[in-house]
């Protein structure tokens, strides 16, 4: 007498005997052992339920694109190709996540100290996932996440949308416009760095709903028409220069205040004259705290400075 095979697990019945089919997402994430039960919870609640194939790796989206793991790199991609071709998918879900071991070691423990500087390094590792993601296959949707040790997941990254998409629901006037506001108000007597830029973008797709390149297009048109340059770095340079002149007092002399003017001007694609120029520099030495130095004549005289 043979008895039955032993199995384990529950068997359910709707997928007995289910005749391979689509799937429409490609989910990546991370091996982390405290969130693997999240993540499938996440996508069950996303409505994926047999709606995805998966790859966990150490990273998540790091691993597809961490040039030191050139063999992680094609076993991510390869096996979403070969998703795409059998299971039909058509969309990429990346889900990266706090306190991942992965970033840590590739990154060293002191880039994700601080919670807001490893939620940066995250958005910018999904945004080079959305890059390559755009370079091997541009019909491929891509969406990031990045999940809190709680399990909520925040939307960090999506890619340009497609012609067409900028009409979205989502992206409605007033929205275009409360992420306008904000970027005015971020603008107001700071300079946009890179991880501004990112913060900023990742706040107009998060919190107000825009598409990633609507959000861009605001960003940079608000910046153009509140006289600033996006990635501005003259004016990082014109700073670092300023405080090294400036000394541990702080004080600032006529003829470097003057070589900063210039330096700015130099390096000012959109053009700038003179007198702009010493207001940007008089901006950034108000914001540096910098103060300028009395001339020698007339005696103690800082009317070169309070009459621009
Ligand atoms: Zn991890």
């Not at 070691?105 to 500087?117: I, L, W």
Request: charged share 30%; net charge positive; aromatic share 6%.
């Amino acid at each position: 007498m043979t008895s039955p095979p032993n199995f384990d697990g529950p068997r359910r019945g709707r997928s007995a005997g289910r005749a391979a089919g689509k799937a429409d997402v490609f989910v990546l994430s991370c091996i982390d052992y405290r969130l693997v039960d999240d993540v499938t919870a996440y996508l069950t609640q996303r409505g994926l339920d047999e709606r995805y194939s998966e790859v966990r790796i150490a990273g998540g989206g790091l691993a597809a694109v961490d040039g030191t793991r050139p063999s992680w790199v094609s076993a991510v991609w390869e096996n979403l190709a070969l998703s795409r071709q059998i299971h039909g998918v058509r969309r990429l879900l990346v889900i990266n996540h706090r306190d991942c071991s992965a970033v840590a070691h590739r990154f060293g423990r002191a880039a994700v100290a601080d919670p807001d500087a490893e939620f940066r390094l995250h958005v910018r590792i999904c945004q080079e996932v959305v890059d390559e993601a755009m370079r091997r296959d541009p019909t491929l949707e891509v969406e990031c996440g990045f999940m809190e040790l709680d399990g909520r997941v925040q939307r960090i990254v999506t890619q340009p949308p497609r012609a067409g998409a900028m009409s979205s629901p989502l992206a409605a006037p007033d929205r275009r416009a409360a992420f306008t506001e904000r970027v005015r108000a971020r603008l107001s007597g700071r300079p946009i760095d890179r991880a501004a830029q990112f913060d900023l973008l990742q706040l107009g797709v998060t919190e107000h709903g825009l598409a990633a390149a609507e959000a861009d297009a605001v960003l940079r048109s608000t910046v153009a028409e509140s006289d600033g340059r996006l990635g501005r770095d003259t004016e990082l340079a014109v700073e670092s220069f300023l405080g090294a002149r400036a000394g541990r007092r702080r004080r600032v002399s006529q003829s470097d205040f003057e070589a900063a003017a210039r330096l700015l001007r130099m390096g000012n694609e959109d053009g700038i004259d003179g007198i702009a120029a010493r207001r940007r520099v008089k901006a950034i030495m108000a914001r540096q705290g910098m103060r300028p130095r009395p001339v020698l004549w007339p005696p103690f005289s800082r009317r070169w400075y309070n009459e621009i």
